[in-house]
């Protein structure tokens, strides 16, 4: 409600507590964290030179908040890197637009949608480009990525993946009593009749994005292609205090259609393709993933 009302400013990173450290689950496209070039799996060891392990998440978020126009001092340890990293980003407003596409391709006839959080209008924005795309004729499949998509509402996951299938479960939750356990079902009707479809995914692909990619490939509805997914498979819900605070609670477990959790091991690709320094880049020439991705539509 804080960054709503614009009093203050973020920098743009999904985070969670791993071992008693912060660790990034996904930077934001297109925000401080992820201009300065910081990655999903990143922990966070010192924020303005004050060590971090020991704190609580919610105090290491409290040290990240600040005025907007404000600079902060993250330092980072990164897998496979020795040497601590330093980044000094600056504080915004952060405002996501969900969804971006545009055609790929020698041809220009393979409809690409980066899908970067499961929010509130993320399905009316994905379904309206999607028709876009379908008026064209020349469109001849899809590549869904879903890289550093830190999730959002299951609601939007269900909606967005249902679209792709005719039938068939999509996904189940399973809280403690028998009688929380729920199941949904996609409706009738491929919303692009069987066009073929890749979904991109990596370490910071977490939550909706591990049940939209693992419902479809469940079905073999999709080429599921990049690193292995996050692991975040439970559900949380909100619970307002009478006080103006609120409690948010893991109440469930989410499972795959197969039987599957998600929960600690993730999603794993059909086609491990590691991802480059590169990736993310604006011209498809230089990101690792998105051109083997294209170059099966050509193969």
Avoid: C
Wanted: proline share 2%; no cysteine.
């Amino acid at each position: 409600q804080t960054d709503t009302r614009g009093e203050f400013g973020g920098l743009g990173i999904e985070i969670g507590m791993e071992a008693g450290v912060v660790k990034v689950i996904s930077p934001i496209d297109d925000t401080p964290a992820a201009r300065a070039g910081i990655k999903a799996g990143d922990y966070i060891v010192r924020i303005n030179d004050i060590q971090v392990q020991g704190k609580s998440l919610m105090e290491a978020v409290k040290l990240m908040r600040g005025k907007v126009g404000t600079d902060i001092k993250l330092t980072i340890r990164r897998k496979n890197t020795k040497k601590a990293l330093e980044f000094i980003l600056i504080r915004e407003i952060i405002e996501v637009k969900s969804v971006s596409a545009s055609l790929k391709g020698e041809k220009n006839n393979i409809g690409y949608l980066r899908l970067k959080a499961f929010n509130e209008n993320s399905d009316k924005q994905f379904f309206d480009n999607i028709k876009k795309f379908e008026k064209n004729n020349k469109t001849k499949g899809y590549i869904i990525d879903l890289r550093n998509n830190p999730g959002g509402l299951l609601s939007q996951a269900i909606n967005i993946t249902d679209f792709f299938l005719d039938d068939g479960e999509i996904v189940s939750t399973k809280g403690r009593n028998t009688s929380e356990t729920r199941k949904f079902f996609a409706r009738s009707g491929d919303g692009v009749n069987g066009k073929p479809l890749i979904v991109l995914i990596n370490n910071g692909s977490a939550s909706a994005s591990e049940i939209f990619a693992g419902a479809l490939q469940d079905h073999k509805r999709a080429i599921i292609l990049g690193e292995n997914t996050y692991g975040k498979g439970s559900v949380q819900s909100i619970i307002p205090l009478k006080n103006g605070g609120g409690i948010r609670l893991t109440i469930s477990k989410y499972f795959l259609p197969s039987g599957k959790s998600i929960s600690e091991v993730g999603v794993s690709p059909d086609i491990e393709i590691l991802e480059s320094e590169n990736d993310f880049q604006i011209n498809s020439d230089t990101d690792n993933q998105l051109k083997y991705a294209l170059k099966l539509f050509t193969s």
